[in-house]
């Protein structure tokens, strides 16, 4: 009883940091894992087997794949094609929807809606629509998406690791297909045919993007008697106390875009800077510098802040991003990355006063002044995704062979896994492997594609789903809603089972929830005396059911500031599809996993 009164203290606690989020999900984990073996609950042989577990080695080996297969440019060939004309936007909604799905079944699901982003920014505002009328289906679509195949998202491995427990038979790969592919069909439906009525159009973005800063951009010229002659850039907060950011010189004609922090100027020198009005005073009265020209027109701006070797792109931050938290200062931007912050919108509101103080939250969306040679090495170091679409060739064919081995590969262990020669691990991690040595991608490719706070989170939660079976916890839960058993029939309390899951799965991570619902499913089953089947299922697809709040899926927030949306917009579509998916997804599951 004391076990069980330890392990329900440790996960109610994690619940709460997980809503309450000023600790990383990973780090709360990882606490709570650490009380459970510190009070002998777990012993440390169960406590770490967690980095050993299936699910952690075939999310790990999904993320090289993927990024692999990305690499080779075969997906971008695919998602190009969705940014042919057509003028009815139902059916650009359709293919964004139906092609986010596919990927997601066979990918990430962050990893497909990172794909898909670009392009559907690109044809709204190409389509003179608002991109909030096109965001939200996608991101939902990258969940649905996860419905269709093993590895479509870790709580579907997580649930089939449950399954062999139970019944000795982990769920093969496509055994989720058959549900899988007629709750995106539903979602795809009920999109099309409500979601212009249930989605709240924001206002469109002009054709500079969603960002405004002319007015707070100014020239300056370095005169002769000015005080910052022979002085260096970072003497304007050094000196002067001054948060200036220096976007741009002129001198002689040439434009030095990004100059360093340690760069000299010298008299004659044109600044573009960004600062607000007061500072804008300050600066010229306590450093004598002359005032050329105040509140730049953005279209004129941007050629200066642009070149050969820098440009200004727009990226929207993940939730694993090393930025949350921080300000640009603590996290040296300028001298580490050799980026610019410009600009930040948050939720639609733009900001770009005293960034240097600006602590960023996840799903805001910055502006920023960068190398074009390492652009693609920033996105993935701040763990960002690119607002602005891929630059792809369609008319390019791939030259090397080289190209098509990641996705033949992946092919392979694919049958592989199906046929049964291979579990899902030792294929996927087998195919990982090859890629590296066969050089398709470098070692370093390899680590960096693997999301490490992911896997630490997955590696940390599953413990506890074993110290809640182990502890008797999940049968204490299950003893509780066998009461509703009396009452109601084995259907219906599939229904409550999901409509449970569907509320975790909204409020907290889809892994904690999978990892917290499977034993339950199992224990109530067992109870019953029913197959533990149709129940593990019903929580595989409520988990990625997360459609009500921002929060309950990382591709919900990447989409919150880029489409305008409040945090009280998702539940307009995602309740409906919420029910949609209980009313024909149970009848389905026990149709094909009897009771």
């Known amino acids: 009883?004391?076990?069980?009164?330890?392990?329900?203290?440790?996960?109610?606690?994690?619940?709460?940091?997980?809503?309450?989020?000023?600790?990383?999900?990973?780090?709360?984990?990882?606490?709570?894992?650490?009380?459970?073996?510190?009070?002998?609950?777990?012993?440390?042989?169960?406590?770490?087997?967690?980095?050993?577990?299936?699910?952690?080695?075939?999310?790990?080996?999904?993320?090289?794949?993927?990024?692999?297969?990305?690499?080779?440019?075969?997906?971008?060939?695919?998602?190009?094609?969705?940014?042919?004309?057509?003028?009815?936007?139902?059916?650009?909604?359709?293919?964004?929807?139906?092609?986010?799905?596919?990927?997601?079944?066979?990918?990430?699901?962050?990893?497909?809606?990172?794909?898909?982003?670009?392009?559907?920014?690109?044809?709204?505002?190409?389509?003179?629509?608002?991109?909030?009328?096109?965001?939200?289906?996608?991101?939902?679509?990258?969940?649905?998406?996860?419905?269709?195949?093993?590895?479509?998202?870790?709580?579907?491995?997580?649930?089939?690791?449950?399954?062999?427990?139970?019944?000795?038979?982990?769920?093969?790969?496509?055994?989720?297909?058959?549900?899988?592919?007629?709750?995106?069909?539903?979602?795809?439906?009920?999109?099309?045919?409500?979601?212009?009525?249930?989605?709240?159009?924001?206002?469109?973005?002009?054709?500079?993007?969603?960002?405004?800063?002319?007015?707070?951009?100014?020239?300056?010229?370095?005169?002769?008697?000015?005080?910052?002659?022979?002085?260096?850039?970072?003497?304007?907060?050094?000196?002067?106390?001054?948060?200036?950011?220096?976007?741009?010189?002129?001198?002689?004609?040439?434009?030095?875009?990004?100059?360093?922090?340690?760069?000299?100027?010298?008299?004659?020198?044109?600044?573009?800077?960004?600062?607000?009005?007061?500072?804008?005073?300050?600066?010229?009265?306590?450093?004598?510098?002359?005032l050329k020209g105040a509140k730049l027109d953005f279209l004129e701006s941007v050629p200066l802040l642009k070149s050969e070797d820098f440009n200004l792109v727009e990226v929207v931050l993940r939730e694993d991003s090393l930025l949350i938290g921080r300000t640009a200062i603590e996290v040296k931007l300028r001298n580490r990355y050799n980026v610019n912050l410009v600009a930040v919108s948050r939720k639609g509101s733009i900001s770009v006063e005293r960034l240097k103080s600006f602590r960023f939250r996840p799903g805001d969306v910055l502006l920023l002044q960068a190398p074009v040679s390492i652009i693609q090495d920033i996105?993935?170091?701040?763990?960002?995704?690119?607002?602005?679409?891929?630059?792809?060739?369609?008319?390019?064919?791939?030259?090397?062979?080289?190209?098509?081995?990641?996705?033949?590969?992946?092919?392979?262990?694919?049958?592989?896994?199906?046929?049964?020669?291979?579990?899902?691990?030792?294929?996927?991690?087998?195919?990982?492997?090859?890629?590296?040595?066969?050089?398709?991608?470098?070692p370093r490719e390899f680590y960096d594609a693997i999301e490490w706070p992911t896997v630490l989170l997955l590696a940390t939660l599953l413990p506890l789903g074993g110290a809640f079976q182990k502890s008797g916890a999940s049968y204490t839960i299950a003893s509780v809603l066998m009461n509703l058993s009396n009452i109601l029939s084995p259907a219906w309390m599939i229904v409550v089972l999901m409509i449970i899951t569907m509320i975790l799965t909204n409020t907290i991570s889809n892994y904690a929830t999978a990892v917290l619902m499977s034993p339950i499913a199992v224990s109530l089953a067992g109870s019953m005396g029913l197959s533990p089947d149709p129940f593990l299922m019903g929580v595989c697809i409520a988990c990625s059911a997360a459609f009500l709040t921002p929060i309950g899926h990382q591709s919900n927030l990447l989409v919150m500031g880029p489409g305008g949306y409040k945090f009280t917009d998702y539940w307009r579509l995602g309740l409906p599809l919420s029910a949609l998916i209980i009313a024909v997804g149970t009848p389905l599951i026990l149709m094909l996993w009897p009771l």
Do not use: W
């Open 1 to 290: 009883m004391i076990q069980q009164i330890i392990v329900f203290g440790v996960i109610i606690f994690t619940l709460i940091m997980f809503i309450d989020g000023r600790i990383r999900y990973e780090f709360v984990s990882m606490l709570g894992l650490l009380v459970l073996t510190l009070t002998g609950i777990l012993n440390a042989e169960e406590a770490l087997a967690g980095f050993s577990h299936p699910a952690v080695i075939t999310v790990t080996s999904v993320l090289v794949i993927s990024s692999a297969i990305i690499k080779s440019g075969m997906i971008e060939h695919l998602v190009v094609i969705l940014n042919r004309k057509t003028n009815n936007p139902s059916i650009m909604v359709m293919g964004l929807m139906l092609v986010t799905a596919f990927l997601s079944a066979f990918m990430n699901n962050v990893g497909a809606l990172a794909l898909i982003l670009p392009v559907a920014l690109r044809i709204a505002k190409d389509s003179k629509l608002s991109p909030s009328g096109f965001l939200m289906p996608v991101a939902f679509a990258s969940l649905l998406g996860g419905m269709v195949t093993l590895i479509g998202t870790p709580p579907n491995l997580i649930v089939s690791n449950f399954r062999q427990e139970a019944l000795g038979m982990p769920f093969e790969f496509f055994d989720f297909a058959p549900i899988g592919i007629v709750m995106v069909v539903v979602g795809v439906l009920l999109t099309i045919l409500l979601g212009s009525k249930l989605i709240p159009i924001r206002k469109s973005q002009d054709e500079e993007g969603i960002f405004n800063i002319g007015e707070y951009l100014s020239e300056v010229v370095i005169t002769e008697n000015s005080k910052m002659v022979g002085k260096k850039i970072r003497d304007f907060y050094d000196i002067f106390k001054l948060e200036v950011e220096v976007l741009s010189i002129i001198r002689n004609k040439y434009n030095i875009v990004v100059p360093n922090a340690n760069e000299t100027l010298l008299s004659g020198d044109e600044l573009i800077i960004k600062t607000d009005s007061l500072e804008l005073a300050d600066l010229i009265k306590r450093t004598e510098t002359s």
């Open 379 to 442: 996105y993935h170091k701040l763990s960002c995704l690119p607002l602005a679409e891929r630059s792809v060739n369609i008319n390019t064919k791939p030259k090397k062979f080289e190209q098509y081995l990641p996705l033949g590969l992946f092919f392979i262990a694919i049958i592989l896994t199906t046929v049964g020669i291979f579990p899902v691990q030792v294929s996927f991690s087998a195919v990982a492997v090859i890629l590296v040595i066969s050089k398709l991608i470098t």
